[in-house]
């Protein structure tokens, strides 16, 4: 039988979809398609928790810099979930 090149790659498929079960579920508490009744607050602290360890906390960063030439800079903005 042939080795695995990766063999943690179930683990982090597992993990990568089981996170993304939690921001559904979260998504769809914000959205008003879950009520109170459907998830408490223990279980949103629980979520948050989880959500922190596997996903890095967006930040602002500052960069301070002289430019002798002209320079474009472009911003992109994310917006999640919002559907158009």
């Known amino acids: 039988m042939a080795a695995r090149l990766r063999s943690k790659h179930q683990d982090e498929i597992r993990t990568k979809i089981q996170v993304s079960n939690l921001i559904t579920r979260v998504e769809k508490y914000a959205m008003g398609e879950l009520s109170d009744e459907d998830i408490s607050s223990n279980r949103l602290n629980a979520i948050k928790l989880l959500l922190g ?10 960069i301070n810099a002289q430019v002798d030439s002209d320079m474009k800079i472009t911003v992109i903005e994310l917006v999640a979930g919002v559907k158009s």
């Open 53 to 62: 360890k596997t996903l890095p906390d967006l930040s602002s960063v500052e």
